[in-house]
């Protein structure tokens, strides 16, 4: 972790901060060297080294605060400050974000991350370029996170309505530093990293390596793991030359136990069947939750992760308003996961002889397991070029992609025969004997090709107004290789246990694009409007094709399609010291499958998410940093099923809260550094069906939560700064994920610390 400086100067701010924080508006930050952060400005005693000036993507031409989109960027120092080390912890500082658990028979592993509305878990890119595979991302390597919302269809091609989100990496500079931190925390947390870049005797290198071990348990729960080791090198030549060569190599392993989660029983909004059937009209004793830490899995279980990434970058500047880019990558990773989960809803077992004594009480388990392999080979050329056209000035990015994606999943289930022991529903073992899953002999095989090509231009039609367009064509072609396992069936045509091979082949073509206007009344200000398209094809998130007529991924269904109309506006206040925005915009996708009146499935659903979001970082106070945002959503389901046994039309998007609110600020103090915040998730709904009745169907929402966080660090000399952090300070309980069925949760962390150790040479 790098050490954090800021610098003090006499001369305070304007009056104009007060209407500064009337403008509560999207968080953007920019890239460092890595080394330390400081940054001087004359006439200020402001430190401003959580604004960026613009996102890393060739394709964002313009700053961020002439861009016609919202985008966040949240950099490195932010995360640090919070000792955030994965991605999903450091999306908690953009709002309009949610986690997901899984389905009622299946966990969620990895950043399941629902944005705005739809799911957002396949739009997740490392340097521009789609990260494959449901694991968690560590951010040891990140130099800052960029949050891209609304359609972008020109900029990645496929994807989810809601945007995406991009890591982007650190890179070797010409600058020598050395960086590190060792933290213990709270669970057994124990993580150490490095950060050390060098200058090479060949002029214009560098080398910079990022190394990462981590052996932690989680705070407030017993026996689940997160143990990882990474190292990531950047080799470098030609910096600060007309020709730049970047290799970059990445290799994460992790060795976890996971959580497959706690009964919901005795949580606000709890129902079970078995136990209405064995006490009938409200007979039943007083229950209460399960203790908090309490494992229902197996010590067996476990969750191997192995992902590798080499990334060739070469650049060429032709002319100080002329560069071309070419980038290349292959990736691949693993996952193996065996994970035991609880079935509260129907699962709950009330013995009859013993139906009041709660220890006798039992909970269905059952063991779930994943066998998946990711496979990625991408090229891309971007060539940008500023050119002078009268008193126009064309901004130009344009490209051309090739891509190979795949994935090959292996279905696991238990021997034929095999039960699994419950588990009590209040006192669980882990001694339990589990049975372990193993290769059915089914598998999907799919992989998706691509050809793309792309332009975009951002035209100066003088120093108050510019235009801008962009299109994207791509052709792809998704193959998928399916081989099941025959079943009993009536008539049983085909022996049970026969192993059936089949084929489904989807090629289309797609185009997506975008257009914005925006008006500058002033240097630092910007009021636009845009609207923008993207397209998700039968397969696009996990290349696999179905033939079945109740699947989205059938490749006789068209694409679904989203669109964004937005309308904001964008401030750098404070002499730029301050970076304030906001947006109200609409968010619509179409095409979705879902049932009609006469019990088939036609692509004619629609989702709309209308919405304000505001934000607001940097340093609006002396030695005071903020970065704060807040998102107001109104999220429903515009056509949907009808007269079906579940109807949705007309109902909530699920995982979608209408409010949701974050705020992190630090105060510095000489050699002190004091700082907190809090963040606000809604309420939000389990299920999209609107005829579900509270009484007999379990856990409909899951309730909201303030959670409330606090730092401290402490500059021992120029080399050497301890820092503190508390989590969840008032120690709230709340649900942080939720599965499909509502039958059971993951629990936000409880009260828990980190103390570490940063260093910088």
């Known amino acids: 972790m790098s050490l954090i400086k800021s610098k003090k100067h006499s001369q305070p701010y304007p009056a104009a901060l007060a209407s500064a924080l009337m403008l509560a508006m999207p968080a953007a930050y920019a890239q460092d060297t890595g080394k330390l952060a400081e940054v001087e400005v004359k006439g200020s005693a402001i430190s401003t080294e959580l604004i960026a000036e613009k996102a890393s993507s060739a394709k964002q031409v313009k700053p961020l605060v002439d861009t016609p989109q919202t985008i966040v960027v949240l950099k490195k120092e932010l995360f640090q400050q919070q000792q955030a080390n994965t991605l999903s912890e450091t999306l908690r500082n953009t709002p309009g974000i949610t986690m997901l658990m899984g389905e009622n028979g299946n966990t969620a592993t990895g950043d399941s991350i629902f944005m705005r509305g739809f799911d957002t878990q396949s739009s997740i890119y490392v340097d521009g370029i789609r990260d494959l595979g449901t694991i968690s991302r560590d951010t040891f390597n990140t130099e800052q996170v960029e949050i891209a919302k609304g359609p972008a269809g020109v900029d990645n091609g496929r994807g989810a309505s809601s945007g995406y989100i991009n890591m982007s990496s650190k890179a070797a500079t010409l600058d020598s530093f050395i960086t590190g931190s060792a933290t213990v925390g709270t669970g057994s947390h124990k993580r150490v990293s490095a950060d050390v870049n060098q200058t090479l005797a060949i002029d214009n290198a560098a080398i910079r390596v990022n190394l990462l071990r981590q052996d932690s348990g989680v705070p407030g729960r017993d026996i689940v793991e997160n143990n990882i080791t990474g190292i990531a090198t950047s080799l470098a030549f030609g910096l600060n030359t007309e020709t730049r ?21 005795g949580l606000e909004g709890f129902y079970s069947a078995a136990i209405a059937t064995a006490f009938p009209n409200n007979t039943a004793p007083a229950f209460g939750k399960v203790d908090r830490e309490s494992f229902y899995g197996s010590k067996n279980d476990f969750d191997h992760v192995v992902a590798d990434m080499l990334t060739l970058k070469v650049e060429h500047d032709f002319a100080d308003n002329v560069k071309l880019q070419n980038t290349s990558r292959y990736g691949v990773s693993s996952q193996d996961y065996i994970l035991t989960g609880v079935n509260t809803g129907n699962g709950i077992t009330v013995p009859a002889a013993t139906k009041n004594d709660l220890n006798t009480w039992t909970v269905n388990r059952n063991r779930q397991g994943k066998d998946q392999q990711n496979q990625l080979l991408i090229n891309q050329t971007n060539l940008n070029a500023t050119l002078q056209q009268g008193s126009l000035t064309h901004n130009i990015a344009s490209g051309i992609e090739f891509s190979f994606e795949s994935q090959l999943n292996y279905t696991l289930g238990l021997p034929t025969g095999t039960t699994q022991v ?43 107004w510019q235009i801008s367009a962009g299109v994207r064509a791509e052709h792809y072609n998704t193959d998928t290789n399916l081989i099941t396992v025959q079943a009993a069936a009536t008539p049983q045509t085909v022996p049970v246990g026969t192993l059936i091979g089949s084929q489904a082949r989807k090629s289309d073509n797609l185009l997506s694009y975008k257009v914005g206007t925006t008006y500058k009344p002033t240097e630092n200000g910007s009021v636009y409007l845009s609207y923008a398209t993207s397209q998700l094809p039968p397969g696009g998130t996990n290349f696999s094709l179905s033939t079945a007529a109740t699947n989205q991924n059938n490749p006789m269904l068209d694409p679904q399609k989203g669109t964004n109309l937005e309308l904001g506006t964008k401030w750098q206040l404070l002499d730029k010291n301050l970076f304030a925005t906001a947006a109200l915009f609409e968010t619509v996708n179409k095409n979705e499958l879902v049932r ?18 505001l934000a607001l970082v940097g340093s609006p106070l002396q030695n005071f940093e903020l970065n704060a945002g807040i998102a107001l959503m109104n999220p429903k389901i515009t056509r949907g099923a009808l007269y079906s046994s579940a109807p949705t039309d007309g109902g909530v998007i699920q995982w979608t809260p209408k409010t949701t609110f974050t705020v992190w600020g630090t105060y510095t103090l000489e050699k002190l550094k004091l700082g ?12 999209n069906t609107t005829n579900l009745v509270a009484a007999t169907n379990s856990m409909l929402e899951v309730p909201d939560y303030w959670v409330v966080d606090a730092m401290a660090t402490y500059e021992v000399n120029p080399t050497v700064t301890v820092q503190f952090n508390l989590y969840n300070l008032l ?31």
Do not use: C, W
């Open 676 to 687: 907190g915040g809090a963040r606000y998730m809604d309420s939000v709904a389990r299920s």
């Open 596 to 613: 009609d009146d006469l019990n088939t499935y036609v692509p004619v659903g629609e989702k709309t998410v209308r919405g304000l979001e």
């Open 245 to 265: 060569t970047t290799l970059n190599l990445l290799h994460v392993q992790q060795d976890n136990i996971p959580d497959g989660g706690v009964p919901t029983i």
């Open 422 to 464: 419950n588990a009590n529903l209040y006192n669980p073992s882990t001694a339990d004997v589990f049975a372990l899953p193993v290769r059915t002999g089914a598998k999907t095989d799919g992989n998706t090709s691509t050809a793309a090509l792309y332009l975009l231009d951002t035209i100066d039609l003088n120093a108050q």
């Open 731 to 761: 120690d709230e309980e709340y649900v942080q994920s939720l599965n499909n069925g509502g039958g059971r949760y993951h629990q936000g962390a409880p009260r828990s610390a980190k103390l570490g150790v940063n260093v910088a040479f």
